[in-house]
């Protein structure tokens, strides 16, 4: 089998795979294409891509005859329109989402696999996207808020003053969130935590950090790890603490997200109103609707003195590393799609195949989007 690898679309410096990877899969009898360039922007020239035994190739010739396209991003609606049938297609393409794109593909017969629909499962872990970019994102949005605070982090005793550390606030701890306190502590910053799973509290205060308890959130235990939507109850009774806790914040990182359905709104004007002139808010939600008023997805936006930056794709900012962790990832989830010769073969009673398959066969297949869409 032909796997291709493309360069993304402008907006994205990340590659599907990097030569490392592309080594161990020639090794395995597979047949890899990368187009011209595709990893330049992760600093990983064509040169190392043929030291690993890929072939560069042009996009039209990898669009056409490749059995396995990776991109990381969809593909335009013009070139999936163009695709042979039999293409299959491994990304990330939030198919909750794009569920219009999703529709289209299924009629078009590609079989579409897309990597943050895997179970979240002990099994799956190696191939989880959603967590090895969200590591990075976390991180990347605590550097970014340091970087566009016009104060410091850690706390100085100096003949010239004292400086008082940062408070930051973090809204949902997640894999993304975790990241981000660790981070803002080892910048010296003072955090308080938020999120409506108490199980994250434990994991929160080991990281130095103090968790704001609102009690009475609903129960997600059945939710394979994800948040569900809450009462309007306890979404007063979330307001009241995480206002009280803003007015207080330097800096704010909102994580919060509700898979398949808009982020919620965790800071509304109102508390912006009483937020400190020169605040930060860092929204990695902002693609999902955003956890502020006024969050957007690649902008940043100001109100009354509180700067707000919105930027759900923050792996793209540190391509090299985003780009290794997610090769890892798809290596791991191709092992279980490519047989001993390196030809595709595809079990869908494996678990994992299953859970990531949104469309085969001219039907969506994908249990959530199904669910989504009815
Ligand atoms: P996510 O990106 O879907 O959400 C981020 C965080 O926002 C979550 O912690 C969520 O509880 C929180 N949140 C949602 N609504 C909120 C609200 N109204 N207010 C405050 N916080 C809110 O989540 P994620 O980081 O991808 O994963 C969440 C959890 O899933 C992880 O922490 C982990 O426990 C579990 N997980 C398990 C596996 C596995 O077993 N393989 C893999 C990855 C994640």
């Given at each position: 089998m032909i796997l291709g690898v493309l360069k993304e679309a402008s907006t994205e410096n990340r590659v599907s795979l990097v030569p490392a990877i592309v080594q161990q899969l020639v090794q395995s009898k597979v047949t890899v294409w990368v187009e011209k360039g595709a990893g330049s922007n992760a600093w990983l020239p064509d040169e190392a891509y043929e030291q690993a035994g890929a072939v560069i190739q042009n996009r039209e010739t990898i669009l056409q005859q490749a059995t396995v396209l990776l991109c990381i991003q969809p593909l335009s609606e013009q070139e999936s329109g163009n695709l042979n049938p039999s293409t299959v297609l491994l990304g990330v393409y939030q198919p909750l989402f794009q569920t219009a794109k999703m529709k289209q593909w299924a009629q078009r017969q590609l079989t579409v696999f897309s990597l943050d629909n895997i179970p979240r499962t002990t099994r799956a872990q190696s191939m989880d996207v959603l967590s090895s970019?969200?590591?990075?994102?976390?991180?990347?949005?605590?550097?970014?808020?340091?970087?566009?605070?016009?104060?410091?982090?850690?706390?100085?005793m100096t003949a010239a003053g004292s400086i008082a550390p940062a408070k930051v606030l973090i809204l949902g701890a997640g894999v993304a969130g975790l990241q981000a306190i660790a981070t803002a502590r080892r910048l010296g910053a003072v955090v308080e935590v938020f999120d409506t799973r108490p199980a994250v509290k434990e994991e929160v205060m080991s990281l130095g950090a103090k968790f704001v308890d609102v009690e009475g959130a609903a129960d997600a235990s059945s939710a394979g790890g994800y948040a569900v939507e809450q009462t309007a109850d306890y979404q007063a009774k979330q307001a009241a603490a995480i206002g009280e806790a803003a007015k207080k914040a330097d800096i704010i990182i909102t994580t919060a997200q509700i898979p398949g359905k808009k982020a919620p709104i965790l800071i509304t004007r109102e508390m912006m109103d009483m937020m400190k002139p020169g605040s930060l808010i860092v929204d990695i939600a902002a693609a999902t609707g955003g956890?502020?008023?006024?969050?957007?997805?690649?902008?940043?936006v100001t109100y009354k003195g509180v700067t707000v930056i919105g930027d759900s794709n923050l792996p793209s900012k540190m391509p090299a590393d985003a780009s290794k962790l997610y090769a890892k990832n798809v290596l791991n989830f191709l092992q279980l799609i490519i047989d001993k010769e390196g030809q595709l073969s595809l079990n869908f009673e494996d678990d994992i195949v299953q859970g990531a398959c949104i469309a085969k066969g001219g039907q969506i297949v994908n249990e959530r989007l199904l669910q989504a869409i009815t």
């Open positions: 970019q969200a590591n990075i994102a976390g991180y990347k949005a605590i550097l970014l808020a340091a970087n566009s605070y016009s104060r410091y982090f850690p706390m100085f956890n502020t008023d006024i969050s957007k997805d690649q902008q940043t």
